[in-house]
Nanobody, 116 residues
Framework: QVQLVESGGGLVQPGGSLRLSCAAS????????MGWHRQAPGKQRELVAT???????AYADSVKGRFTISRDNAKNTVYLQMNSLKPEDTAVYYC??????????WGQGTQVTVTS
């Protein structure tokens, strides 16, 4: 079983920054991708950023140029550096891990609130 533990969420003013972390533990045979998703109240969960095979990255258009995803392969940890935060970035952010066998695991979520 795989466990994902997120940290780093919080309250920040518009224009501010936060760094989210997600540490994976347990029986991890082979990671295909790790990613960050978010879900705002009344909206569907959406993909924010993903890193595939530890190197290739992709971002939602709404966060390009502001968010950066990275991964420490040795620690099985993925990070999301969020800069120039906007009120519309307010959501619960979830970490995901997808194995080469196409199993997907989720973290418990961390709240990010951007408000003045």
């Amino acid at each position: 079983q795989v466990q994902l533990v997120e940290s780093g969420g919080g309250l920040v003013q518009p224009g501010g920054s936060l760094r989210l972390s997600c540490a994976a533990s347990g029986t991890i045979y082979s990671i295909s991708a790790m990613g960050w998703h978010r879900q705002a109240p009344g909206k569907q969960r959406e993909l924010v950023a993903t890193i595939i095979d530890g190197t290739n990255t992709a971002y939602a258009d709404s966060v390009k140029g502001r968010f950066t995803i990275s991964r420490d392969n040795a620690k099985n940890t993925v990070y999301l550096q969020m800069n120039s935060l906007k009120p519309e970035d307010t959501a619960v952010y979830y970490c995901s891990l997808t194995t080469r066998g196409s199993n997907r695991y989720w973290g418990q979520g961390t709240q990010v609130t951007v408000t003045s």
